[in-house]
């Protein structure tokens, strides 16, 4: 049977997981490095109906509101189903009514907790005899929304997963060549950190970014790495999953939901019917406020740009500052890799704006470097008064940065 999943020096069939899934229990609070254990327990429970609640491997319980510890790895009987064939695991699968019970990446705070159902997490699975046979670098931690919404798209074509997750750049490429990967998801970092490159491959058919703002530099660069690759850019969240996609940097609201969606003073708010379920979603009527910030690009047509996180924003000396802007300057810098912009706390302007800044290997640049760089391309308020050169940035578990 073919082999659904490669992580490390193991490999497993589609055959190896049937046979997994008529074992009678599962951990409805499961927390395991094993990936393959991981998706064991995720298909069973949901193809039997039965809740789950997804933790991340490196997991401190007290992190998180509403986790009894004591729970954690504890099995639970389970009246398993007897199925003959992985397609009747998928459409068990498609029927599910379990709650799957997933928390926030903590990019900017403590992680929340939001309950959907199966439906929500799959609305956008495509299926087909076009899409059998990809091959997927499984980017994502597997406990949040793209790591899931990346499992479903393969399991539900029978689809082969390589993981790559928190792997360096050179063992990255080199599952690149070893599987013939085809299609990669990842976060915009993901594919900084894979600079510089030193081979192409053609071989990858597409690659998409989600969960972080891109920007041109880093689709450039990625068309260079994967010259043969369609590129596209989705745009999805943890209380609604994924909710639409873009070719470059401008995301179209499909025609079908276009009214679920309202822009209040450039934020984008998006309908309760969308969203899982939270106590910690606040609406204002109907409507959840996204925190994402946007401008419209043809509103008749639900066209927009994403422009920044609102509780990113800076407030320097009474301008508000978006970290984002000021960060695609730096990335465009020839040498750097990747770059991360925030404000620190100052009695007389409100916050200085800082910059850390890692450099490609190899690559020599002074902090008077970047200066005269960026005064070319921002005014003086945007440009950072601090600039410190590091070696690696601090991460969430989904791979973004963090910016808490």
């Known amino acids: 049977m073919a082999l659904f999943l490669l992580s490390g020096d193991k490999a497993y069939t589609y055959d190896d997981l049937l046979h997994r899934l008529c074992e009678d229990n599962y951990i409805p609070l499961l927390k395991t490095h094993d990936i393959f254990r991981f998706f064991t327990n995720l298909v069973k429970a949901l ?38 064939s992985m397609q009747e695991v998928i459409e068990a699968l498609q029927q599910s009514i379990s709650d799957i019970t997933i928390f926030t990446s903590g990019t900017t705070g403590q992680p929340r907790k939001v309950v959907h159902a199966v439906q929500t997490l799959t609305r956008f699975v495509r299926l087909g005899n076009r899409y059998a046979g990809q091959i997927w670098a499984y980017a994502y931690n597997p406990a949040h929304m793209a790591g899931l919404q990346v499992f479903f798209q393969a399991f539900e074509n029978l689809n082969t997963l390589v993981n790559v997750f928190n792997l360096t750049r050179s063992e990255v490429y080199l599952l690149i060549g070893k599987y013939a ?17 030193e081979t192409e491959y053609p071989v990858v058919q597409r690659v998409t970014l989600g969960g972080e703002k891109s920007d041109q530099h880093l689709y450039d ?71 994402d910030l946007i ?28 970290p984002g802007e000021v960060e695609n300057v730096l990335n465009a810098i020839e040498g750097v890799r990747q770059s991360f912009v925030y404000g620190k706390a100052n009695s007389v302007l409100g916050n200085v704006l800082c910059a850390e800044v890692q450099l490609e290997e190899g690559v020599s640049m002074t902090e008077l470097d970047i200066r005269r760089y960026l005064k070319d391309y921002l005014q003086d308020f945007k440009i950072p008064r ?14 973004k940065l963090k910016r808490s």
């Open 221 to 291: 660069a990625i068309h260079k790495i994967f010259p043969s690759a369609k590129i596209n850019n989705v745009y999805a969240s943890t209380e609604a999953g994924s909710l639409f996609a873009a070719k470059g940097d401008s995301f179209q609201i499909p025609v079908p939901i276009r009214d679920k969606f309202q822009v209040v003073d450039d934020e984008l708010l998006i309908h309760r019917s969308l969203l899982g379920q939270s106590d910690s979603f606040k609406f204002d009527e109907d409507y959840y406020h996204s925190g």
């Open 47 to 84: 193809a039997n109906n039965a809740p789950l609640v997804l933790l991340d491997s490196d997991l401190n319980p007290a992190e998180l509101d509403g986790v009894d510890e004591n729970r954690v790895n504890v099995p639970a009987l389970l009246e398993v189903k007897k199925f003959a």
């Open 386 to 399: 601090r600039i410190k050169f590091v070696y690696s940035f601090a991460l969430t578990r989904t791979g």
């Open 181 to 197: 990967i085809t299609h990669i998801s990842a976060t915009p970092t993901f594919y900084r950190l894979l600079l510089p490159f």
């Open 295 to 322: 401008e419209w690009v043809n509103r008749e047509e639900g066209i927009f740009k994403f422009k920044s996180r609102k509780n990113e924003l800076i407030n320097v000396g009474g301008y508000k500052v978006n």
